[in-house]
């Protein structure tokens, strides 16, 4: 599957491609949850064998993971494992024996490609040309093989991938306050050659100090440094290590290998979804409750002005000012017109547009930005500026 950056797919850029290619096209040209389905379901189905279950195995990136997709593989007898992050490196085929060379003979043949064509440049419509060549030469049957054969997927090999490269990581020991270093073996060793075995600093009686071409008054020699002194002088900070203690509390990090077809990450997905279909029902709801408040303040304002107008005239400057007051910017969502005296019950911050001259204000949930987005968050008439 080949994904191109925009939102329409031109018939230029898919010539010379391998034949069975799917394209699609995003805006960031990075797969999504839309177009990983779409490539299940026209293109991974398409060319399963007929004999059941089937394995898919693949890395833990949001846009794999998504109810239909699930039920769907589900229905199909499919089952997906879901590989331990930070582990692809090793564990996934096409990270250990594909990518590495594809990417080598791609940049071959762009550089083939340059020399025959001086002073051309490679665009994205020489793309599928240049991929195409370098993928008959490494995508082939034997090297596909031999890639689960190194991470012991198939033929299953547990041994295939020694123990050195899941170790955890070495850590670097500073030295205690007696200088002492602790190596990796229990032992301590003393890391100054005049520290004794007491811990004593050994002090040499004086200390001779070579004054060649530089004008002195002293004769080049200093009495006797007191213990003390030269203790003081090469003090080492403390440093105490905190112990964490053990917690009850369940981490949200996924560590191990899961079968995401399995009923229980189905019911945890479901969940998440109807947590999130409930979030969007409820501000829904904000929304139009906000627009009613709207409605019935314009009403209240209309109401108020008729009657001021009909029991005593008012100066033309008051009444400007007051429309201006109560009419102002400042009090209404900018996205979906709610008064912002009204929103008592809402508990929700309002945000500013972070353009110095512009005064719009927005509910948090209307900004469509979270986090420290909130401090540089732009209405629409200054995004592009």
């Given at each position: 599957?080949?994904?191109?950056?925009?939102?329409?797919?031109?018939?230029?850029?898919?010539?010379?491609?391998?034949?069975?290619?799917?394209?699609?096209?995003?805006?960031?040209?990075?797969?999504?949850?839309?177009?990983?389905?779409?490539?299940?379901?026209?293109?991974?189905?398409?060319?399963?064998?007929?004999?059941?279950?089937?394995?898919?195995?693949?890395?833990?990136?949001s846009s794999h993971i998504s109810l239909g997709i699930l039920k769907l593989a589900k229905e199909n007898e499919i089952?997906?494992?879901?590989?331990?992050?930070?582990?692809?490196?090793?564990?996934?085929?096409?990270?250990?024996?594909?990518?590495?060379?594809?990417?080598?003979?791609?940049?071959?043949?762009?550089?083939?490609?340059?020399?025959?064509?001086?002073?051309?440049?490679?665009?994205?419509?020489?793309?599928?040309?240049?991929f195409s060549t370098a993928y008959r030469k490494v995508c082939t049957m034997g090297n596909a093989a031999s890639a689960f054969r190194s991470t012991g997927i198939f033929p299953f090999n547990p041994s295939a991938i020694s123990d050195d490269i899941f170790a955890p990581s070495t850590v670097s020991k500073l030295p205690d306050a007696g200088g002492d270093h602790h190596t990796d073996n229990g032992t301590t060793e003393k890391t100054d050659a005049n520290v004794q075995s007491d811990g004593d600093i050994h002090v040499p009686e004086t200390m001779h100090v070579h004054t060649e071409n530089v004008p002195s008054t002293s004769n080049g020699t200093f009495p006797a440094a007191s213990k003390d002194t030269i203790e003081n002088l090469l003090k080492v900070p403390k440093f105490f290590k905190e112990e964490k203690t053990a917690s009850n509390k369940k981490s949200r990090r996924i560590t191990t290998?899961?079968?995401?077809?399995?009923?229980?990450?189905?019911?945890?997905?479901?969940?998440?979804?109807?947590e999130k279909e409930l979030k969007r029902i409820e501000k829904e709801n904000r929304k139009l409750l906000r627009e009613s408040r709207m409605e019935e303040r314009k009403k209240q304002i209309n109401s108020q002005s008729s009657k001021k107008g009909k029991s005593k005239r008012m100066p033309l400057k008051k009444i400007s000012e007051i429309s201006e007051k109560e009419n102002s910017c400042e009090?209404?969502?900018?996205?979906?017109?709610?008064?912002?005296?009204?929103?008592?019950?809402?508990?929700?911050?309002?945000?500013?547009?972070?353009?110095?001259?512009?005064?719009?204000?927005?509910?948090?949930?209307?900004?469509g930005s979270y986090g420290k987005g909130l401090d540089t968050f732009k209405c629409n008439s200054h995004k592009n500026i």
């Open positions: 599957m080949i994904i191109f950056k925009g939102q329409r797919l031109n018939k230029g850029l898919v010539a010379n491609a391998p034949s069975g290619t799917l394209f699609a096209t995003s805006k960031s040209s990075f797969i999504d949850r839309e177009l990983f389905e779409h490539w299940f379901e026209h293109h991974f189905m398409k060319y399963l064998p007929s004999l059941r279950p089937v394995l898919l195995i693949m890395d833990g990136h089952e997906i494992l879901c590989l331990p992050p930070h582990t692809t490196s090793e564990l996934q085929p096409l990270d250990k024996c594909l990518f590495k060379p594809l990417k080598t003979e791609y940049n071959k043949a762009c550089m083939q490609f340059m020399k025959e064509n001086p002073g051309q440049v490679i665009t994205r419509y020489d793309f599928c040309g240049l290998a899961r079968c995401l077809t399995s009923d229980e990450v189905i019911q945890m997905i479901e969940e998440k979804e109807n009090n209404y969502c900018h996205y979906c017109g709610g008064y912002y005296f009204d929103d008592d019950s809402d508990d929700e911050d309002w945000v500013k547009c972070s353009e110095k001259e512009c005064n719009l204000w927005f509910h948090e949930t209307c900004t």
